[in-house]
């Protein structure tokens, strides 16, 4: 049995903390049976915003007239595009795995592991590539990620069904597409699709989409995926059947409750059937623990798979620590990639680092945008504590008039003190705006942090500044103001 300084599970974010211990010259081992880099790479995040951008640009030519650019829009070449993204994405893979390989002390095993005992990992070989291994580990990072979440549906084991991890690479466009799932990759897949054309309807449980935004958020999203979807929101998909070629889904109004809200699709909370050629559920992930054998481990988990850790990531278990989806703390890239230089400081250098998510952002790329971080205003009402809070249009900055992004918002959130409690963005360029907010949250920062920098003029940066600027003490102001102007 071969034996390793450290053993990581998983060959996404986690793989940065094998190739961290053999820059040190520790010898580690990576077990992994699918592409290197982990779903963000293949399966997620990059090929997904790839297929949004190509929306995006339709969304831009059918809007060109607006600025006095008349054009025409043809129908986009879908497979080509699909196929393209396709190949980048797993060219990428591939490009990890080689250098992983090429690592002079990192040992890649094509397979799945699972404990034997608190430190001992027996591989399953991936299909046709070796023999099964069992090695062992003075250090164990459990980083295996999660799977799309296959809901308990009537019928559904007789219907053939897409998840995100197949949705992405369809080779021709369907027609029509049900989505049950109002969640962030519902919402993000809805608007794509809509975009180039598809006639999608969305069945989402609660009464609005990406229902744990901000309420202001959430409203927003909705009231724009109704212009690309049917949404049936307050709705859950009761049963699924096949009929002539296509699929059928019986969405009833969730929790008994007749007064669901189908926006201008549906007809006051009575059963509605949907029929498409394409069926996608988005219904959430869950970790890919349940093949672990944490127990053979010492590593407790809690009733949905996710792995018990302390702040500083570490298991019930001496020696193994954790990161990523299996936490189900933040189920973002960028969180993982946090986690994996905690782990990474803790196990090499002793560093006793622990994980603070307060100021860590996340971004759902509909049209608009949306970008946020920290608290919303109803967990703070929830809570009962004090807070202020401004929202300030995109119009408020000259960009954003020209931009005539009218629909887009900051909304700034602060305790009396002037301590940042969160911010949330809906519009152009959400995800990047948010960033100088993040900063300052991470710093411990207060509103006067982000409203007495000099911000660039003209741009949307200024809208975030306005907002800040807003909610600040300051005795004098230059906060542009262009709401005066149609």
């Known amino acids: 049995m071969d034996a390793y300084d450290i053993v990581v599970l998983g060959g996404g974010s986690g793989s940065q903390v094998a190739t961290a211990a053999a820059d040190r010259g520790l010898e580690a081992a990576v077990v992994e049976p699918g592409p290197l880099g982990g779903a963000c790479i293949t399966r997620g995040c990059v090929p997904s915003k790839a297929l949004i951008h190509r929306a995006d640009i339709m969304e831009e030519v059918r809007g060109a007239e607006n600025f006095g650019i008349p054009a025409a829009l043809n129908d986009a070449e879908y497979g080509e595009i699909t ?64 799977r799309p979440m296959v809901p308990p549906i009537d019928g559904l084991e007789d219907v053939d069904f897409r998840t995100s991890d197949d949705a992405l690479f369809l080779e021709e466009q369907p027609d029509e597409l049900v989505i049950v799932g109002g969640g962030y990759i519902g919402a993000e897949l809805g608007y794509f699709f809509g975009a180039l054309g598809t006639d999608v309807s969305i069945v989402g ?45 019986t969405a009833e109004p969730s929790d008994g409750d007749s007064d669901g809200d ?14 498409a050629d394409e069926l996608l559920l988005a219904t959430g992930r869950r970790p890919n623990t349940d093949t672990l054998d944490l127990e053979a481990a010492g590593v407790e988990s809690d ?121 949330h963005i809906v519009g152009p360029q959400a995800a990047t705006l948010l960033h100088e907010v993040v900063v300052a949250m991470d710093g411990g920062g207060t509103v006067d942090d982000v409203a007495e920098p000099v911000h660039v003029h003209p741009a949307l940066n200024e809208v975030v500044y306005a907002a800040f600027d807003d909610l600040s003490d300051a005795a004098y102001s230059t906060a542009p103001d262009w709401r005066d102007v149609s």
């Open 262 to 275: 189908t926006g201008d699709d549906g007809d006051g909370g009575e059963t509605v059937e949907l029929t």
């Open 205 to 249: 449980r609660s009464d609005r989409l990406v229902p744990r935004e901000d309420n202001d958020v959430s409203a927003a999203v909705t009231e724009s995926l109704e212009t690309y979807c049917n949404v049936y929101t307050g709705y859950e998909a009761a049963a699924v059947e096949e009929s002539d070629d296509a699929v059928v889904v």
């Open 83 to 146: 196929a393209s993204i396709h190949d980048t994405v797993y060219e990428k893979a591939e490009n990890q795995e080689s250098s992983l390989q090429d690592s002079e002390n990192v040992t890649l095993y094509r397979g799945e592991g699972r404990f034997v005992d608190d430190r001992t990992v027996e591989i399953d070989a991936a299909d046709g590539e070796g023999e099964d291994d069992r090695i062992r580990g003075d250090t164990v990072v459990i980083a295996v990620g999660g």
């Open 303 to 423: 009733d949905k798979g996710y792995v018990e850790t302390d702040e500083t990531l570490a298991t019930t278990a001496d020696g193994v620590w954790a990161l990523g989806d299996v936490l189900g703390e933040q189920p973002y890239k960028h969180a993982a990639d946090y986690e994996a230089k905690t782990v990474a400081a803790n196990v090499l250098d002793d560093a006793g680092r622990t994980v603070d998510y307060e100021a860590v952002p996340h971004a759902i790329f509909t049209d608009p945008r949306v970008a946020s971080v920290g608290r919303t205003e109803g967990e703070l009402e929830a809570e009962g504590r004090d807070y202020d809070a401004v929202t300030v249009p995109y119009e408020t900055a000259p960009m954003g008039m020209i931009l005539e992004a009218d629909e887009g918002f900051v909304k700034a959130i602060t305790a009396p003190d002037g301590e940042i409690l969160g911010c």
